[in-house]
Structure formats: C-alpha cells, structure tokens
C-alpha cells in the first residue's frame, strides 16, 4: 500500500483554501461576512494566541455557510481534478491511501474519482464542530498504527510535519515544487528533529525551501 498526502503533495495548492475563494466567488457576501474574520484569525495564529487545530476549525467554518455545497464542491472538482499531479496518475493503485488534514467533505469528491481510499479530518458542516481529531501530523501516524493498516511500501508528502507517518513508511519520499518534484526523504539529525517536533508539536507546517 502507498500512503499520500493531498495538498502540496499530489496536488499543488490547498484545496480547502482553494475551495473557499472558489465559494466566495460565487457567493459574494463571503467576502465581507467571513473574509475579515479569517484574516483575524490567521494573524492570532501567527501570534501564538490560536492553535492550528482551533484556526482550521475557525477557517472550515465556511463549510458552514455553503447552501449549495453538493453542487458547488463536484462544480470545483471538475474545474481542477486536471491539476492532480501528473507522475501520481502515472503509478496510481486501488489500493492507495489519501490522507489529509483537509476536511473530508471536500477530499472525499476527489478520492472517489480518482478510485483511492481515503482518510481526512471529519468535519460536521452543520454544527462547524470536528468529529475527531484533526489529521494533521502525529495524528496521520496514530491512525495508521491504530487502524491496522498492512505495510506501508511508499508514504509521499510536502511537508516535514508527516515525518512520523513517513519513519511508518519501508520509503519515504519528499514532494516539493507545488506537488511536481519527489525526492527521497531527508536524513533529519538531532538537532533538525528537534525543531521538526517543535514545530509539529505547536502546529506549524514545516517546508524545506525550494532549493534544499
């Protein structure tokens, strides 16, 4: 089985917060309704007065506001299921896995047609309440493990906060340029995993910079 990450990994932006302009565009009032509220929130979280989880939850809170969600998310799949990188359709399997921390209400649509199983943060649209924890980081590993799940051959991600589902994996791999280029893992020394469960455990995303 290959494990995928989905934002930054298989596809090349963040498909929550590429869903969200998408459901403002067409309903206009966002913007001035939850727009500034998301900003506010952003800025709190840069500060350190917002935790991930609690901004993400504050953010998918336009999940919320969505009437026509059904149409709206099939209508955003069909404009951008064509950005799905190229080099995953080329060794796609039924039996991949995509887990993300996206919500699952959005990451769902894609899974299914693309034909893969999938896991994501479980999101409740009607109440703007998580379900579960967020699948974010140790949580994607802590699934894996408590799931059962047989042996991961290839675990594919964007971001050094999977590093625990990545020591999961029998190889893992690294994807950087918006979801075009895999390389193998880096080795992390103590000092750099240090900062990896720093940055993990206070929610950050962790990035090597293009040219690492």
Known sequence: MNVYDFDGTIFPTDCSIGFCIWCMNRHPKLWFTFAPKAIKNVI??????????????????????????????????????????????????????????SPDCIIGPIAKRLGVNYMATEYDREFGVYLNNMMYAKEKAKYIID??????????????????????????????????????????????????????????????????
């Open 44 to 101: 709190l979280k840069k500060k350190g007065k917002l935790s991930e989880a609690a901004m993400q939850r504050k953010f998918f809170s336009y999940l919320t506001l969505i009437d026509d969600f059904d149409k709206q998310i099939e209508r955003y799949w069909d404009k951008n299921e064509k950005k799905i990188a190229p080099w995953y359709l080329a060794q796609k399997r039924s039996d991949d896995l995509i887990i993300s921390a």
């Open 147 to 212: 799931h059962g799940f047989p042996v991961i051959e290839n675990f594919y991600s964007d971001s050094l906060a999977d590093t625990p589902l990545a020591l999961c994996a029998e190889k893992a791999h690294l994807v950087t340029k918006k979801a075009s280029t895999v390389v193998d893992w880096p080795d992390l020394d103590k000092e750099t995993m240090g900062k990896v469960k720093k940055k993990i455990d206070t929610g950050w995303d962790i990035h090597l910079k293009e040219d690492e």
